[in-house]
């Protein structure tokens, strides 16, 4: 992470948070913590969220915690696996609600990249995580850099859909102006809490639908 490799309208948008003292110092944490131990995901994956969708793209936006971090599978877009890595299982619940909201089968791998390309804004609070150690690289900087990100792009722009999933996704709800934009929430994903409404939350075709509304291409999910 010497230089900041990530998408031209992006680093646009967010150049000043490069100059930043809490961002120099997140560097150098990073780049420290991949020369010391196994970090995830693979390094020049870690701003693929931004790369697979640039800044003047996005129209849906999905926010998770932190990377996966089991061996193969973060590739730097939240709740997506690289391809032949088994589905984790908020994962699953995601497909399952998709086969029960809009009729499609679950799809034989889990590299959400095709949804990103799309412009959907698949993005992980902490961008890093050492091996088998959830949350090892919160409160490190990696937050304040992708809260900023949240409120630049709902600043500036107008009628994305902003996927809420559980209280820690919510507590960005405070970012975003709800005349300018749709924001669902229900429960997360996981298998902890996807009975108590995240399964018949219908946010997939909701999302297509408020698309459609204002001459968007829908999401092929």
Not at 39 to 65: E, M, N, S, T, W
Not at 91 to 105: A, H, M, T
């Amino acid at each position: 992470m010497k230089d900041v490799q990530i998408e031209e309208g992006w680093k646009k948008a967010l150049g000043d948070e490069f100059q930043k003292p809490y961002f120099q110092t997140l560097r150098e944490f990073v780049r420290k913590e991949y020369q010391s131990s196994v970090i995830y995901p693979p390094a020049k994956q870690i701003f693929a969220a931004f790369d697979h969708c640039p800044f003047d793209r996005v129209k849906v936006v999905i926010l998770g915690q932190d990377p996966y971090h089991g061996p193969g599978q973060a590739n730097g877009l939240c709740f997506s696996v690289q391809p032949g890595i088994p589905f984790p299982p908020s994962l699953q619940n995601i497909f399952k609600e998709i086969q029960s909201d809009l009729g499609k089968p679950i799809p034989k791998d889990g590299d959400l990249s095709r949804w990103a390309d799309q412009g959907v804004l698949l993005l992980n609070a902490s961008l890093t995580v050492k091996a088998n150690q959830a949350g090892s690289h919160q409160n490190q900087g990696w937050e304040d850099f992708t809260h900023t990100a949240i409120r630049i792009l709902a600043d500036n722009t107008k009628n994305l859909v902003f996927l809420l999933w559980g209280t820690f996704a919510q507590k960005k709800e405070e970012l975003i102006d709800k005349s300018k934009h749709l924001v669902l929430k229900s429960p997360h994903p996981s298998p902890l809490s996807a009975h108590r409404g995240f399964f018949g939350n219908k946010h997939f075709s909701k999302t297509n639908e408020y698309l459609k509304q204002f001459g968007k291409e829908p999401i092929d999910w």
